[in-house]
């Protein structure tokens, strides 16, 4: 038996503790989170797996918790997201100016995201979502840009004041912050305000278009670690809400009668569907490869947002089941990078090359992550786009589905891309005599999520069996599973079969390879050049611009989104300066006359 | 369990048989076209088993590996195929995205080995076949989603016998924009010209084959002529309602293969920009037509 509250008061207090053990040494104190985040995801693992977590109060004042099949499907996950990043925390504190700060705001945010997960009070819920954001705020700017940080906060402060106001309308309608009784009470027009509000908060949490410029800023300008946790972990965040706004509040507007879909969820579907192509256009023209899996997670979130709003039982275990594959791969892939950026200092993929030779083990960490990411079997990530498809073929939304395949197969062009530049290609002299393959306890994390993203992929139905348990509660049908198969609205899968055939196919090929005869090993440099003669490898290695035919035919609008935000900045900037002009000036007299006349309209009625 | 993976095994030996054997005998045909006599229809076995027999070289193990990858992968995939409505390995599990993603695994291996090589005329090739790929599955897609709406299953032999109903036609006169998508898409599928920009021999040494020699050619070519074996017979049960029996099987794939090629031999290759911009033009706009006319209309002929 474990207590939440025990486990988030030990978890902020841990945070504290790493904060003193790093002061006195670096490494310690980020040992102190790899402790204390793995302590806390087996407990909540463990405890909530066997539905003996306590949900009873007595140390924090305000706040209450209730165990929910949703909340703790996400919080296990999450957890389990920290607690692997957090292995790659001594190795990369070295680098940051406030390592003992790094260490205590790691842990903090978990607090702040379990909080998030547990309460059943949405005023808490405010609280730890505020609490997430402040906390992971700070954990931006350790890595290599500022302007990142800022980004985040202004796109964060959008998502919480509309959660906030979804969460007035609520306690207008019902008298409680109670979640499940204040989203029960409201309805008609309230309730498609707040599944709006909510929907924004979500689209701000999972960087969806049109709220997405902070995702890729963050994702690729935040310490290594960093980035991995919030792609894997806080930007599910915004899938929870999404939950929450699309599954649980039903839709509204006029509904279509072929389809039997309301306006609200092809407004949503159609927004996540921009999402997904802007992710997927945007991935493949990036050159430095953390942006370009930044741009996968934006693109990853649109399916999220379309699986979601569909709300049929295979739309939203796909969805959910997305939510594990997608946080597991890219987790992976974040994790790989992180480890080949820690040895030569960049993840520009112009700049590396040939990394495959001094690093396999991150090669197939990569690869395995990269396939479960583009959807091929037998990974993880081809179950839940399969259940997508399902739900996005049997409802008809052509549309929709012109952008679900795109960015299918949009993903293989973008992820084949650091395979082939970074990890591929010509060994680069500048990293031949440094590099070499990272150290044991960083290839722990990432071979365990290599062995889950496989496990997804082949037994998926352990953790489908968990979401269907989170379907019911929410009021969706659960999916058909049986004992190997997983059965969509039009079709059966048997993942297990899938993977034992490619299983064969592979044995026999091995066996006509090593039966033939052996062959001669050289070098990367003795290739076929058309009778030139070329001897620097830089030359021989294709990198910069892979896909340049393709950008060329869009690259013109690209900045549309950015440029816009930006001109929405500069106006904000301006009214701030206007504000400034009239109200706070350096005369005392003008700021008294303002006092009294907004006095005067406040006081108005009552007492003049 | 057993019988059924030595069945599949033997679909895929049965696709390599058949594909090589129609290649050859296409070449003879595309040489007549061009006034050649053409080589023996059996000269496509005799290069792959001279090029299995061969010494060759090897540019480290990611090249080896990527080649088991590609090859293993498109057996598995191949190993799903139905032959004929009765003929499947493995019933009811033959669903149709399997065959476009689990062909992808074979696709990876070999863009993976490719790469590897460290030639970059190799990596040219792979990015071209990519690009390539985003182009044409689109509208390809869009037009099998219609289908599957229309049949309400995605099991390729589902679909088969849903076209062999008295009550309906082949799907490529039932739906004919669809049907002229899937045509072009196939030719995309299949590396056949205006599509084949990234083999290119002239211009980039065959793309992502330039590297190699000796088994691992000889692999990867019996790689290519199975996925050919995939991607055809895909569109024949599609769209012309699969086969009662195997004979119906080989001619109707005969004559698919054998249409494609001779388009194929009047025309000039599209440059990787005009490809996209192609497949996003006017099949992109005739497989959503067809769809909305489709699914939201129910006209279906």
């Known amino acids: ?608 | 369990m057993i019988t059924n993976i030595l069945f599949g095994v033997g679909v895929a030996f049965f696709g390599f048989v058949l594909q090589t054997s129609i290649a050859g005998v296409n070449r003879k045909v595309v040489g007549r076209v061009q006034k050649r006599y053409g080589p023996k229809w059996y000269q496509e076995f005799l290069d792959i088993f001279k090029l299995l027999s061969k010494r060759s070289v090897t540019h480290g193990w990611i090249f080896d590996f990527g080649v088991i990858m590609a090859l293993g992968g498109i057996i598995g995939t191949a190993m799903f195929m139905p032959i004929t409505s009765d003929l499947v390995a493995f019933a009811d599990f033959d669903n149709f995205f399997i065959f476009v993603y689990l062909i992808a695994v074979g696709m990876l291996g070999m863009a993976m080995s490719a790469s590897g090589s460290g030639n970059p005329l190799a990596s040219i090739g792979v990015m071209r076949a990519l690009t390539t790929m985003l182009a044409y599955e689109v509208p390809f897609m869009i037009v099998v989603l219609t289908i599957i709406k229309l049949t309400g299953t995605s099991s390729v032999t589902g679909i088969a016998e849903f076209q062999q109903l008295a009550s309906n036609n082949w799907f490529m006169i039932a739906l004919p924009l669809g049907g002229i998508v899937g045509v072009m898409s196939l030719m995309g599928m299949i590396g056949k010209k205006p599509f084949e920009t990234y083999i290119a021999p002239a211009e980039i040494a065959s793309g992502p084959m330039v590297e190699y020699g000796g088994k691992q050619l000889g692999m990867l070519f019996i790689m290519h002529e199975i996925t050919v074996f995939i991607e055809v017979s895909l569109f024949v049960h599609l769209f012309l309602g699969g086969a009662e029996n195997v004979v119906l099987f080989i001619v109707k794939y005969f004559l698919v293969y054998t249409t494609l090629n001779i388009i194929s031999s009047v025309y000039g290759r599209f440059k990787i920009d005009q490809v996209v911009l192609f497949f996003y033009k006017w099949p992109i706009l005739m497989a959503i037509s067809q769809a909305f006319v489709a699914i939201y209309l129910g006209w279906v002929i």
């Open chain 1, 1 to 608: 038996m474990a207590s939440i509250e025990l486990i988030i008061v030990f978890t902020a207090l841990a945070g504290v503790l790493s904060y003193f053990v790093g002061r006195l040494n670096k490494v310690a104190g980020s040992v102190v989170t790899i402790l204390a985040s793995m302590f806390v995801f087996v407990s909540v693992a463990y405890f909530g797996y066997n539905n003996e977590l306590i949900h009873s109060t007595e140390f924090l004042p305000y706040v209450t918790f209730s165990v929910t099949y949703l909340g703790l499907f996400f919080a296990i996950l999450v957890t389990f997201i920290f607690a692997m990043v957090s292995f790659f925390n001594p190795f990369f504190v070295e680098k940051y100016k406030y390592p003992a700060l790094y260490s205590m705001l790691y842990l903090l945010s978990l607090a702040g995201v379990l909080g998030v997960f547990f309460t059943n009070n949405f005023m808490s819920l405010f609280f730890f979502f505020e609490f997430v954001v402040w906390t992971s705020l700070f954990l931006i700017p350790m890595g290599r840009s500022k302007r990142a940080a800022s980004s985040y906060y202004a796109f964060s402060t959008v998502g919480s004041f509309a959660l906030l106001f979804a969460i007035f309308i609520m306690r207008e309608a019902s008298g409680t912050f109670n979640i499940v009784s204040s989203m029960a009470s409201v309805n008609g027009t309230e309730a498609a305000i707040v599944s709006a509000l909510l929907a924004v908060a979500a689209f701000a949490k999972l960087g969806a278009f049109p709220l997405n410029v902070w995702l890729p800023r963050v994702l690729g300008n935040s310490p290594d670690a960093i980035s991995a946790v919030f792609s894997g972990g806080l930007e599910k965040l915004g899938a929870f809400v999404a939950v929450l706004a699309l599954v649980k509040l039903a839709p509204f507007g006029y509904v279509v009668d072929a389809t039997g879909l309301a306006a609200s969820q092809y407004v949503i579907a159609a927004l996540g569907a921009l999402t997904i192509v802007f992710g997927t256009l945007m991935a493949i023209r990036q050159d430095d490869a953390k942006k370009l899996l930044a741009y996968s997670s934006m693109s990853n979130g649109g399916y999220i947002l379309v699986a979601l709003t569909i709300a049929s039982s295979a739309s939203v275990s796909g969805g959910l089941y997305h939510v594990v594959a997608h946080a597991l791969a890219s987790t992976a892939a974040f994790l790989a990078i992180g480890a080949v950026s820690r040895i030569t200092g960049t993840t520009k993929m112009s700049e590396l090359g040939g990394m495959i030779h001094k690093m396999p083990v991150t090669y197939l960490v990569y690869l395995i992550a990269i396939i479960s990411m583009a959807g091929i079997p037998p990974m993880g990530g081809f179950i839940s786009k399969w259940l997508i498809f399902q739900a996005v073929i049997d409802k008809g939304m052509i549309l929709v589905a012109v952008a679900v395949f795109f960015g299918s197969i949009g993903s293989f062009l973008y992820v084949f891309r650091p395979l082939a530049a970074l990890f591929l290609g010509q060994e680069l002299p500048q990293h031949r005599e440094v590099s070499k393959e990272a150290p044991f306890f960083m290839l722990v994390p990432m071979v365990i999520l290599s062995g889950l993203i496989i496990y997804t992929g082949v037994l998926p139905n352990f953790f489908l069996g968990f979401i269907n348990n989170v379907l019911t509660e929410v009021g969706v049908t659960p999916l058909v599973i049986g004992s190997y198969t997983v059965t969509g609205t039009n079709g059966v899968l048997q993942p297990a079969l899938i993977a034992s055939v490619f299983g064969v196919g592979v044995l026999i090929a091995f066996i006509i390879f090593i039966v033939l005869k052996k062959s001669r090993k050289v070098g990367l440099m003795d290739t076929y050049t058309a009778g030139n003669f070329i001897y620097t490898e830089e030359l021989m290695h294709y990198s910069l611009d892979f896909y340049a035919p393709l950008e060329r035919l869009y690259e013109k609008y690209i900045n549309i989104t950015k440029d816009f935000y930006k001109r929405l900045e500069n106006k904000v900037v301006d009214l701030g300066r206007l504000m400034k002009y009239y109200f706070f000036t350096n005369k005392p007299e003008i700021m008294v006359l303002w006092i009294i006349i907004i006095m005067g309209i406040i006081l108005w009625g009552d007492i003049l």
